[in-house]
């Protein structure tokens, strides 16, 4: 399986889980909008909740070449759960969003499978 978007592992209250960078996923749907708007509108307009479904992570920005009065600046990451990944890729009703979808999908029901497998629940 490709790796449509980079997956990791974070911390979202105190449960390591998998998570994707919504900055990448924004990009990846090809959004018309800008970055920062687009997720606060989509965390507003479903309801997600911070700590549950996404932690924001502030990064230093670097700053960039060529200009005498860049420096760097605080840059916010959303580390969002592959369920809030799959529900803001199936909201953007088009086949960029159909994609990531289901490879989050995959990506879950294989992680699921792992888990069992590790725990020796599933069937053999």
């Known amino acids: 399986m490709s790796n449509l978007i ?8 105190g449960t390591l889980i998998q998570t994707v960078n919504a900055r990448d996923l924004h ?9 920062t708007t687009w997720i606060k509108d989509r ?9 549950q479904d996404y932690v924001i992570v502030e990064n230093l920005s670097s700053p960039k070449s060529g200009s005498a009065n860049s420096r760097q600046q605080a840059l ?8 809030m990944a799959k ?5 953007e009703r088009n086949e960029k969003g159909k ?11 294989k992680t699921n ?3 069992l497998i590790k725990h020796g629940c599933a069937q053999q």
């Open 76 to 83: 916010k990451e959303y580390a969002i759960s592959l369920d």
């Open 99 to 109: 994609q990531a979808r289901q490879y989050f999908t995959r990506v879950s029901h």
């Open 113 to 115: 499978l792992g888990t």
């Open 27 to 35: 990009a990846f749907l090809e959004i018309g909008k800008d970055f």
């Open 43 to 51: 965390i507003k307009q479903y309801g997600f909740v911070k700590n």
């Open 6 to 13: 980079n997956i990791e592992t974070k911390n979202i209250n």
């Open 87 to 91: 529900e803001l890729s199936m909201v």
